[in-house]
């Protein structure tokens, strides 16, 4: 049971240090892909040091003992972290953060697909209330220019749904090199999109927030949870995201919430909590 209470410190801590990019993305008034730039060149510097301190194998030897889980969860992270930036720019952070709600049955599902882990009945309702949730935001933006950062949203949780169950099947991975490689990867394709080099000291101060503290140290807390809990226990937590950007988003920004979004929301998360409360799960896999 410790081991699960320590998955679970991990995943909740990593959400909440995660859920204050929307507040940096809007505060820098950049771009996604010059967000997207800094943030990984400053997460590059955080993981570099980090991994001279504790001696972490290199990239090459990494690669060599993990192989393709650890290039697919690079993989996974890049389009995870660009479509999320993106969304953050094109549609409201209240619809972007109902969508992350989502993750845990996701998770479950992209775990039952790829890993063939036992899904019951109760996550496979829960999975069809959250697709409603998230339905009645997608509809509601039909037509509406805020679309594409819905659809972004989706992508980029289902990319993260699918890295939890990645970290679950291959928790030896390093996480360093996966998040490197990643930031590596997020820096080169926004580099290719275009970068604005002229920022001010506002956004400035937005990318080494985001970039240097909090985005890349919750990342690391929160891929390490798996190593101690199911993936879908550890995407139990992202609705902290759901409650915590909203507000972030209210001081910060005065942004509140469009009725459909609020009603999506509670849809998502009643899903969420009906799927993962209460019912067994198996033993967390060992490091």
Request: aromatic share 12%; glycine share 8%; no cysteine.
């Amino acid at each position: 049971m410790e081991r699960r209470r320590r998955g679970w410190v991990f995943a909740a801590f990593g959400m909440l240090l995660v859920s204050t990019d929307s507040f940096w993305v809007r505060w820098s008034e950049e771009d996604s892909w010059t967000i997207a730039f800094w943030v990984a060149i400053f997460s590059l510097v955080l993981y570099s040091a980090m991994g001279v301190v504790t001696k972490e194998p290199t990239p090459v030897a990494a690669f060599r003992a993990a192989g393709w889980p650890l290039l697919a969860v690079a993989i996974g992270a890049t389009v995870s972290q660009l479509a999320f930036i993106t969304a953050l720019t094109r549609t409201s952070v209240a619809n972007v953060v109902v969508i992350v709600a989502a993750a845990p049955v996701l998770a479950a599902l992209v775990g039952w697909v790829f890993l063939r882990e036992p899904t019951s009945r109760r996550v496979w309702v829960a999975i069809v209330v959250t697709v409603v949730g998230v339905l009645v935001i997608v509809v509601r933006s039909l037509g509406d220019p805020t679309l594409d950062g819905v659809l972004f949203a989706l992508l980029a949780i289902l990319a993260f749904a699918t890295n939890m169950n990645l970290w679950r099947r291959w928790p030896a991975m390093s996480r360093l090199v996966g998040l490197s490689t990643a930031a590596a990867f997020v820096a080169i394709v926004s580099l290719i999109a275009g970068v604005d080099f002229g920022i001010d000291g506002r956004a400035l101060f937005a990318f080494v927030g985001m970039g240097l503290v909090f985005n890349p140290i919750g990342r690391l807390f929160h891929t390490h949870a798996p190593r101690y809990v199911p993936a879908s226990e550890v995407a139990m937590f992202t609705p902290i995201e759901t409650v915590a950007a909203p507000i972030w988003a209210w001081v910060g920004f005065s942004e509140v919430p469009e009725v459909w979004t609020v009603v999506g929301g509670v849809i998502v998360i009643s899903g969420m909590l009906y799927g993962t409360l209460g019912r067994p799960t198996p033993d967390p896999v060992t490091a």
